[in-house]
């Protein structure tokens, strides 16, 4: 049966034959319920430098959003700043590999080869660094169970509690348990009663915190 066009399932194919990276714009902007005139709006907040007319402007960020072009060099860094990201977590490396969740395992088997936490005299310590880019559903699960203490509904309008908290938890121990924690907050979504009681409005204001802070959308 042929698909209507603008039907929600039109709209739902649409969306998924976009890059990430335009979805990504797409969820951004819609959690802040802004419309594509906000967000060309905001987006002069942050530019230090003068932007083309509005017409012009809203034109250029459909095409963002339906991935037709990707955001230049200069674009890129704006619309990050305008939404609290990276440019490389709002705009992946496309390396056509499909993106995975954090494997910890993996990464202490890498880190392990350089050598113990507490090396002798005579051995050399390495210090090495490497990135993760956790999924939504894994920057949640480290906020809520950590062990770092649950951020309260007012702290997550804090976004250098938010930072730390996600950077205590990977630094600490907490990345051998992320896929376990990504799972219970899938779970509580389903089911809030789930998990730990939690106030009322907490996990829709945890999943927008992660959007804004580290501009991952589940």
Do not use: C
Not at 25 to 51: G, N, T, Y
Not at 187 to 203: I, R, T
Request: hydrophobic share 45%; glycine share 8%; proline share 8%.
């Amino acid at each position: 049966m042929p698909v209507l066009a603008g039907s929600p399932l039109a709209t739902e194919a649409a969306t998924a034959e976009r890059p990430v990276w335009a979805q990504q714009i797409l969820a951004a902007r819609q959690v802040r319920d802004w419309s594509q005139a906000d967000a060309v709006r905001e987006l002069r907040k942050v530019s230090v430098e003068s932007l083309p007319d509005d017409e012009t402007m809203i034109r250029q960020w459909k095409r963002w959003e339906s991935g037709k072009t990707m955001p230049g060099a200069f674009y890129k860094p704006l619309i990050a700043n305008l939404f609290g990201a990276s440019v490389l977590a709002l705009f992946p490396e496309v390396t056509g590999v499909p993106a995975e969740p954090i494997n910890p395992l993996r990464l202490r088997t890498q880190v392990d080869l350089f050598g113990g936490p507490e090396p002798q005299d005579w051995q050399t310590r390495v210090e090495i660094r490497i990135s993760v880019h956790p999924t939504a559903d894994e920057l949640m699960g480290l906020i809520v169970f950590s062990g770092t203490g649950v951020l309260t509904i007012e702290e997550l309008d804090d976004d250098e509690a938010v930072i730390e908290t996600v950077r205590f938890a990977l630094s600490y121990g907490g990345a051998g348990e992320v896929p376990t924690w990504a799972q219970k907050i899938r779970e509580m979504f389903a089911d809030p009663a789930a998990g730990p009681m939690l106030p009322d409005g907490y996990l829709i204001k945890l999943r927008r915190t992660v959007a804004r802070v580290f501009g991952v959308v589940a």
